[in-house]
């Protein structure tokens, strides 16, 4: 698939506080540490994504689109801008019971819009943000 890396703006308003239960779980456990549930690219180390990732998600400076997910159905999708200039793609889930049972998250890092769309997104997470999105 080829992937447009455009900058593009989101077509509906971002329901923040729907992204407040995901990010709750964020430092719960040592599974949701942002050194263990960043992904690297591969001209990345774990170490400089997580220091790319800072703070997140205290961090976010811009929210550039985002779809809310909910247990056992959808996954929660979000890229944003952090304070630092470093686009992000943050991706969670979890089943009916919750993140503390099986739950998942990811998160690239890159100071290209373009990577993290082109690395960061599944192919069903693109398509999403395709029909959402329109270009700038």
């Not at 170490?47 to 247990?71: M, R, V, Y």
């Not at 979000?78 to 991706?91: H, I, P, S």
Request: hydrophobic share 35%; with cysteine; charged share 25%.
């Amino acid at each position: 698939m080829s992937r447009s890396h455009v900058l593009r703006k989101s077509l509906k308003k971002h329901d923040v506080k729907r992204f407040a239960y995901p990010f709750s779980e964020i430092g719960s456990s040592e599974n949701y540490l942002v050194k263990n549930f960043v992904k690297p690219l591969i001209t990345q180390s774990v170490e400089e994504a997580t220091s790319l990732a800072g703070n997140f998600p205290k961090n976010i400076d811009q929210w550039l689109w985002s779809s809310p997910g909910q247990n056992d159905e959808n996954p929660w999708l979000l890229l944003c801008r952090l304070k630092t200039g470093v686009y992000a793609f943050y991706r969670a889930g979890c089943d009916y019971t919750g993140f503390d049972c099986q739950g998942r998250m990811d998160l690239t890092v890159s100071r290209n819009l373009a990577e993290v769309i082109e690395y960061g997104m599944h192919d069903a997470d693109y398509s999403i943000y395709m029909e959402q999105t329109t270009v700038v």
